[in-house]
């Protein structure tokens, strides 16, 4: 069985840092592209960023883009999101989520079949 | 990227059919086959009901089905039932190598 689970998650001051981490267990870490998803409080889903399975390829939402780092320690099955110069508006549940081709490859392009339950991401003074 | 735009709500009754819209641009929806649609109920993780416009992972039901066109994709659920009263969220990849979700859609079984 697939899971995926979130850590890290806290109340941090706006300007401050946090760092996330996913644990993945029940499949071959490296043959999955992970990506980061948010859902702040009343509003909807939000794409965050993305990683190969080999790292050959990252991407990021333009509100996060030089401010977040999104990597993978694959020999730990790990997966992380270092968040730098945190807004308000950062303020989230933060969700990884698994890449799954369903019988193609994928390039970042796949759904994702697979969530964890999040980690709750507080930024406020 | 702009979210991609859903109905806030929807209703309808046991049995019926509803169908939830999701527009985009042809940056997205309209440019590609990959549309997806996530089913959450409150507290749980996202579920994925729908992938690449119109087919179903193992386990959802058939009740469930996409399609696409121009630049609007489509939910519908045939049958409704009790337990599909959720959020529902469509997203799709985009010409910039990201993915842009729906704003959601709160579905109330009356």
């Known amino acids: 069985e697939v899971q995926l689970v979130e850590s890290g998650g806290g109340l941090v001051k706006p300007g401050g840092s946090l760092r996330l981490s996913c644990a993945a267990s029940?499949?071959?870490?490296?043959?999955?592209?992970l990506n980061w998803v948010r859902q702040s409080p009343g509003k909807g889903l939000e794409w965050v960023s993305s990683?190969?399975?080999?790292?050959?390829?990252?991407?990021?939402a333009d509100s996060v883009k030089g401010r977040f780092t999104i990597s993978r320690d694959n020999a730990k099955n790990s997966l992380y999101l270092q968040m730098n110069s945190l807004r308000a508006e950062d303020t989230a549940i933060y969700y990884c989520?698994?890449?799954f081709g369903f019988g193609r490859l994928c390039g970042g392009d796949c759904p994702f079949d697979s969530w964890g339950q999040g980690t709750l991401v507080t930024v406020s003074s | 990227q702009s979210a991609l735009t859903q109905p806030a709500f929807v209703s309808g009754s046991p049995g019926q059919s509803i169908t939830i819209s999701c527009t985009g641009t042809?940056?997205?929806?309209?440019?590609?086959?990959?549309v997806s649609w996530y089913q959450r109920h409150p507290g749980k993780a996202p579920k994925l009901m729908l992938y690449?416009?119109?087919n179903r992972p193992s386990g959802v039901s058939y009740r469930f089905s996409g399609s696409k066109s121009g630049s609007t994709a489509s939910l519908t659920i045939s049958g409704l039932q009790s337990e599909d009263e959720a959020d529902y969220y469509c997203?799709?990849?985009?010409?910039?190598?990201?993915?842009?979700f729906g704003g959601g859609t709160k579905l109330t079984v009356l």
């Open positions: 989520a698994r890449e």
């Open positions: 042809s940056s997205d929806v309209g440019g590609y086959y990959l």
């Open positions: 997203a799709s990849y985009t010409s910039t190598k990201t993915w842009v």
């Open positions: 990683i190969g399975g080999t790292t050959e390829y990252i991407s990021y």
């Open positions: 690449d416009v119109d």
């Open positions: 029940g499949f071959t870490f490296t043959r999955n592209n």
